[in-house]
């Protein structure tokens, strides 16, 4: 078990932000390659983000150039900014550690309990 402090969850509208946060300690954020995960009722988990070895970033084709993935070292937090969010986006988004940094969306070692995102058509 590690720490993962997950909001930022909300109601939009199609076409609207919202910006996600993980707050987590300082060993995980140091040591662990941390991303989000999402999964849609009756839909299988997908990875949305993920910071891989040497801090690259693997983002699903279906949120590249809306979504990006960024961390705040002061505050041992990752931050999801999400734009144009369509119907498609709703889920409830968890944040995911990987301690071994793999280097695509692999089943991730821990999961946030998750923020839910609702997107209205």
């Known amino acids: 078990q590690v720490p993962l402090m997950e909001s930022g969850g909300d109601s939009v509208q199609a076409g609207g932000s919202l910006t996600l946060s993980c707050a987590t300690s300082e060993f995980t954020y140091r040591n662990y390659c941390m991303g989000w995960f999402r999964q849609a009722p009756g839909k299988e988990e997908e990875g949305v983000a993920t910071f891989e070895r040497g801090d690259r970033i693997n983002y699903a084709d279906s949120v590249q150039g809306r979504f990006t993935l960024s961390k705040d070292d002061a505050k041992n937090t990752l931050h999801l900014h999400m734009n144009s969010l369509n119907p498609e986006d709703a889920a409830m988004y968890h944040c995911?550690?990987?301690?071994?940094?793999?280097?695509?969306?692999?089943?991730?070692?821990?999961w946030g309990q998750g923020t839910q995102v609702t997107v209205s058509s």
């Open positions: 995911t550690v990987d301690r071994y940094c793999s280097d695509a969306f692999n089943l991730k070692d821990y």
